[in-house]
């Protein structure tokens, strides 16, 4: 008995350090995505993609949501210091954070947001608590073909009015041709690989990291390098915790609550979720308090983190990403054995995410308040290195990252001339946001064989 007992501890132990690896990991990676200008949870997921392919399905999960909730804490402090936004919904942040910086108070800018993302971050697991039994039961009709049927219809429609200015003719080409680049090779509908036009590499399809650094990574690395800017930390006055703390409770407390639940509202909204989450919440502050850039502030850094746990549930209940970096994830997680349809049913995506999520997720985000607060000039000054350095690196990284898959994949020279076409083309699209077209790419094949067989019944 003594013997199995202790079998048993080890294994729990070695289950939980596997856990905390992932989550420590993906904790630093969100540390360097959020304050590198340019970046975001997109791109940090390709760059991590040679460590995620060793990782199981409960390491990736924990490793997108510990990078995702530190880069709402950190994407903040250039926000502050430096008036350009850390990643892609720090933009209420730069405005209303240079604010204080001007005036020498960059410090408590950085900790209320980062007590405002962590108060966030709670009332999303208490709304997902009372709300979660309603959704486990009434669930399981989203696994059948005619429901996914009108979500995928929902997410094209998404794609095509949300993205580049709600320019739906730009949007439908970057659609089609997502959709045509995932036709060559395997699919859900017959054994054979179509579309080859005789070249052997090609039955196994185009390969989703040529498309991911083509079409995010080097048009990202182009504007880091072309954007002007000037890392420049103005000198804060003495802030301490206590301060921080009095502050907020009395002046933000109303507003951050205010942005919990319209970020978390805003979050389940396909393709735009973070986005739409910080700057309806901002909006709403400005009209009741425009004089008060702390409120503004605060109500938009809690609804980020707010709807950040907000646009996982889609994935993790029913298998569909709606956000860019949800669709990356979603591909590893299958490369990894995932699928929500393997479960008897949804009860269990949802012990899932309260036994094996939620203890991770509130870590996290203490750790986040850790490291924006006290650490956030410190962070700044240590990744202070000139914008070709950092491009450099990157583009090296990308280069060594495409090689080292060709390699395992045996196609090696066609992942290269994939990489030069798309990084080309990518070039190209510059001026466009490709999301879109990284939908379709991903989740093509899938909305081919639901929509033929609707077609059929």
């Known amino acids: 008995m003594e013997f199995s007992t202790s079998i048993y501890i080890k294994i729990v132990v070695k289950y939980v350090m596997e856990q905390l690896f ?26 991590a993609t040679p460590l995620l392919l060793e990782f199981d399905v409960i390491q990736l999960l924990l490793f997108y949501m510990s990078l995702a909730s530190m880069v709402q804490f950190t994407g903040t402090i250039p926000a502050v210091y430096l008036g350009i936004p850390g990643e892609t919904n720090s933009l209420p942040a730069v405005i209303e954070g240079t604010k204080f910086n001007r ?39 989203f696994f059948s073909n005619n429901i996914k049927f009108y979500l995928y219809i ?7 009015y949300v993205y580049n200015k709600n320019n739906i003719l730009i949007n439908a080409g970057l659609c089609l041709i997502g959709f045509t680049l995932s036709l060559p090779g395997e699919n ?11 070249f052997e590499d090609m039955q196994y399809g185009i390969p989703l990291i040529s498309i991911l650094i083509g079409f995010l990574v080097v048009p990202t690395l182009y504007r880091m390098y072309t954007d002007n800017y000037t890392r420049q930390v103005a000198k804060d006055s003495s802030t301490s915790f206590k301060k921080v703390l009095i502050y907020y409770f009395r002046k933000c407390l109303p507003s ?18 973070t986005v739409l989450s910080t700057n309806t919440s901002y909006s709403t502050e400005k009209h009741l308090h425009p004089n008060s850039p702390a409120k503004m502030l605060v109500a938009s850094e809690t609804a980020n983190n707010s709807g950040q746990f907000a646009s996982m549930l889609p994935l993790l209940l029913i298998g569909i990403p709606i956000t860019g970096s949800e669709v990356v994830l979603y591909s590893l997680l299958v490369d990894a054995g995932w699928s929500p349809y393997q479960f008897d049913n949804v009860v269990n995506n949802v012990d899932m995410i309260f036994k094996q999520i939620v203890p991770w997720f509130v870590f996290a985000n203490v750790v986040g308040l850790i490291v924006a607060w006290p650490m956030a000039k410190h962070v700044l000054k240590i990744l202070n290195f000139s914008k070709i350095f950092v491009v450099v690196i990157l583009g090296i990284l990308m280069l060594l990252l495409n090689t080292y898959l060709g390699l395992q994949d045996y196609r090696v020279i066609f992942y290269t001339a994939c990489l030069i076409v798309f990084g080309c083309i990518g070039i190209l699209l510059k001026k466009y946001e490709t999301v879109p077209l990284i939908f379709m790419f991903i989740l093509g094949n899938d909305i081919e064989a639901v929509f033929l067989r609707q077609l059929i019944t």
């Open 22 to 47: 992932a989550v420590v990991i993906g904790l630093l990676a969100g540390v360097v995505t959020g304050v590198l200008p340019g970046a975001g949870v997109t791109v940090a997921m390709i760059v």
């Open 188 to 198: 859900n509908l017959d054994t054979e690989p179509r579309y080859t036009f005789g």
């Open 154 to 160: 929902f997410v094209i429609i998404f794609c095509l």
């Open 103 to 141: 005036r020498n108070n960059g410090k408590l800018a950085i900790g209320i947001s980062a007590l405002g993302s962590v108060f966030g971050s709670m009332i999303a697991v208490l709304l997902t608590v009372s709300i979660v039994g309603l959704l486990a039961s009434q669930i399981s009709f």
């Open 256 to 273: 951050s609550l205010r942005g919990s639940i319209i970020g978390y509202i805003c979050g389940f909204v396909p393709g735009v979720s």
